[in-house]
């Protein structure tokens, strides 16, 4: 029997339009092909690039009320869809179908409409010379066509926390999804027209990162790259886009810290650290991977939080009973598990999940890529499995004894992503919030997130950081003016 898969298409100036060749794309909770996605390389590229730039001029003329009221209109006819598109997550990335439905859609919705009425709210500078009989200003203008490359854990979550700044600002775009989790792109695409995008404002080239990727951080006519993913890929985009002097903004890795003091609220602060360590079956840059809890309530916690985390059900991404889906694909279930066996072999101990506790998984996932919630004690801080990042449904626990201890446990890592900080101690959380290299700090809660506010990271978690007028800086060069009057 000839098995149909889908196959998708790029959307280049307004029209789906069809690849000489494809890449299999796997549903990871079968680890069956279900998918053709395109595998475009320098020429596709090309054809996007010259569409957005054609599309360029008529689309940055427009008032920014006007551009807002499209990208509002996106966001509905999105919203209009969200169960397909939910569905359609979790077949593509593995995770439970209830996280896209309540988690990653949603946000996609909220990512259109929040730029859209941003973009209507910013002001500029203007400063006065009297004594010199002159007045400066500045003005804020779009940059061109924006390169956006987004990541396989939040597909369109992430996807469209670069499209709508870019396009809310004036520009057009160029976006190159991961191939591994193209499907939501192509359907958003299908909306465009309906929704008012005019063609070339927004170009979808679907491929890998050494074809695609490359084809578009290299072009001369690219001047802005906004990338989510790998540091060792942004240090390629790095190295790559330099001769060209490009505006960059990375959003890398994070290898996370939660610290525990003695009186934080254990209740909360374990129901909190268990979503903050497993959730979308830790494929999140932001999930929790460290854990170091003052010594005095180690072993009580230890405990507790082992038996919470065996209560995380991993399972089909279809059962409404299960808290994580799927890992996205074979081989990155291989890279969390040896992860797993280095810390065995290292001597530490694995409490619950793989290799301790089995999956009952329904026949058509038995291929699946699943792994249960695992964690780890007695690692030394200096092993890769405390220093890299995992990925996945992996967290380690370890003991400290004074607040300074914590603080050089919690920076002695080269990512500076995210941190979590547990106290009742209002003096000591700011102390903490102040001494943590971390883009993001949150005390006594985990993922509470205003866009408004910058969002990246220190380190070699980043370069640059997006948000409400963080974004907006970024998509648009800025001019001094002065008038001498």
Same mark, same amino acid.
């Given at each position: 029997?000839?098995? #149909?898969?889908? =196959?998708?298409?790029?959307?280049?100036?307004?029209?789906?339009?069809?690849?000489?060749?494809?890449?299999?794309?796997?549903?990871?909770?079968?680890?069956? =092909?279900?998918?053709?996605?395109?595998?475009?390389?320098?020429?596709?590229?090309?054809?996007?690039?010259?569409?957005?730039?054609?599309?360029?001029?008529? *689309?940055?003329?427009?008032?920014?009320?006007?551009?807002?009221?499209? %990208?509002?209109?996106?966001?509905?006819?999105?919203?209009?869809?969200?169960?397909?598109?939910?569905?359609?997550?979790?077949?593509?990335?593995?995770?439970?179908?209830?996280?896209?439905?309540?988690?990653?859609?949603?946000?996609?919705?909220?990512?259109?409409?929040?730029?859209?009425?941003?973009?209507?709210?910013?002001?500029?500078?203007?400063?006065?010379?009297?004594?010199?009989?002159?007045?400066?200003?500045?003005?804020?203008?779009?940059?061109?066509? @924006?390169?956006?490359?987004?990541?396989?854990? %939040?597909?369109?979550?992430? %996807?469209?926390?670069?499209?709508?700044?870019?396009?809310?600002?004036?520009?057009?775009?160029?976006?190159?999804?991961?191939?591994?989790?193209?499907?939501?792109? *192509?359907?958003?695409?299908?909306?465009?027209?309906?929704?008012?995008?005019?063609?070339?404002?927004?170009?979808?080239?679907?491929?890998?990162?050494?074809?695609?990727?490359?084809?578009?951080?290299?072009?001369?006519?690219?001047?802005?790259?906004?990338?989510?993913?790998?540091?060792?890929?942004?240090?390629?985009?790095?190295?790559?886009?330099?001769?060209?002097?490009?505006?960059?903004?990375?959003?890398?890795?994070?290898?996370?810290?939660?610290?525990?003091?003695?009186?934080?609220?254990?209740?909360?602060?374990?129901?909190?650290?268990?979503?903050?360590?497993?959730?979308?079956?830790?494929?999140?840059? %932001?999930?929790?991977?460290?854990?170091?809890?003052?010594? #005095?309530?180690?072993?009580?916690?230890?405990?507790?939080?082992? @038996?919470?985390?065996?209560?995380?059900?991993?399972?089909?991404?279809?059962?409404?009973?299960?808290?994580?889906?799927?890992?996205?694909?074979?081989?990155?279930?291989?890279?969390?598990?040896? /992860?797993?066996?280095?810390?065995?072999?290292?001597?530490?101990? =694995?409490?619950?999940?793989?290799?301790?506790?089995?999956?009952?998984?329904?026949?058509?996932?038995?291929?699946?890529?699943?792994?249960?919630?695992?964690?780890?004690?007695?690692?030394?801080?200096?092993?890769?499995?405390?220093?890299?990042?995992?990925?996945?449904?992996?967290?380690?626990?370890?003991?400290?004894?004074?607040?300074?201890?914590?603080?050089?446990?919690?920076?002695?890592?080269?990512?500076?992503?995210?941190?979590?900080?547990?106290?009742?101690?209002?003096?000591?959380?700011?102390?903490?919030?102040?001494?943590?290299?971390?883009?993001?700090? *949150?005390?006594?809660?985990?993922?509470?997130?205003?866009?408004?506010?910058?969002?990246?990271?220190?380190?070699?978690?980043?370069?640059?950081?997006?948000?409400?007028?963080?974004?907006?800086?970024? /998509?648009?060069?800025?001019?001094?003016?002065?008038?001498?009057?």
């Amino acid at each position: 029997m000839q098995r #149909s898969y889908l =196959v998708l298409e790029n959307y280049i100036g307004g029209k789906f339009v069809s690849c000489r060749s494809h890449i299999d794309s796997y549903d990871p909770s079968t680890g069956e =092909v279900y998918c053709k996605v395109p595998d475009s390389g320098k020429e596709e590229v090309e054809a996007a690039v010259a569409a957005a730039k054609e599309a360029f001029p008529s *689309w940055s003329a427009r008032s920014p009320e006007q551009r807002a009221q499209v %990208l509002n209109k996106l966001a509905d006819l999105i919203e209009a869809h969200l169960e397909e598109f939910a569905q359609a997550e979790s077949r593509d990335q593995g995770k439970t179908v209830t996280f896209a439905r309540t988690v990653d859609i949603p946000r996609s919705v909220y990512n259109f409409r929040f730029f859209a009425s941003s973009v209507l709210h910013h002001t500029t500078d203007c400063s006065q010379m009297d004594h010199m009989g002159c007045l400066n200003y500045t003005v804020r203008c779009p940059v061109g066509v @924006a390169g956006l490359i987004s990541p396989w854990n %939040l597909p369109l979550y992430l %996807l469209t926390w670069k499209i709508a700044p870019a396009i809310a600002a004036g520009n057009t775009v160029v976006a190159k999804p991961s191939e591994m989790t193209s499907v939501t792109a *192509w359907m958003m695409c299908k909306l465009m027209q309906e929704a008012g995008v005019p063609p070339g404002v927004v170009n979808i080239v679907f491929g890998t990162g050494p074809r695609a990727g490359d084809a578009l951080v290299g072009h001369p006519d690219v001047p802005l790259i906004s990338f989510t993913g790998s540091t060792a890929t942004a240090q390629c985009i790095t190295e790559r886009t330099a001769p060209y002097c490009k505006k960059l903004s990375l959003e890398l890795g994070g290898k996370n810290p939660a610290i525990i003091f003695a009186d934080a609220d254990l209740d909360q602060c374990i129901e909190t650290t268990i979503r903050s360590s497993f959730s979308n079956q830790g494929e999140i840059c %932001l999930c929790t991977s460290r854990i170091y809890v003052e010594r #005095s309530i180690y072993s009580k916690f230890l405990e507790r939080f082992v @038996a919470a985390a065996k209560k995380w059900k991993t399972g089909s991404p279809s059962d409404p009973g299960n808290n994580n889906g799927a890992l996205i694909s074979k081989e990155h279930l291989e890279k969390v598990r040896s /992860f797993v066996a280095l810390a065995k072999s290292e001597g530490g101990t =694995v409490h619950c999940g793989e290799g301790v506790d089995q999956l009952d998984l329904p026949e058509c996932n038995s291929k699946g890529y699943f792994m249960p919630a695992t964690v780890i004690s007695g690692i030394s801080d200096s092993s890769r499995v405390m220093q890299e990042e995992i990925f996945g449904p992996v967290t380690c626990v370890n003991p400290f004894d004074t607040e300074d201890e914590a603080v050089s446990k919690g920076n002695g890592v080269r990512y500076g992503l995210a941190a979590t900080v547990w106290s009742q101690d209002v003096g000591k959380v700011h102390r903490m919030a102040k001494r943590l290299q971390a883009g993001l700090v *949150w005390t006594n809660c985990w993922l509470v997130r205003d866009l408004n506010l910058p969002f990246g990271g220190m380190k070699d978690s980043g370069v640059g950081r997006e948000g409400g007028k963080d974004s907006y800086h970024f /998509f648009t060069e800025v001019k001094s003016i002065t008038i001498k009057h």
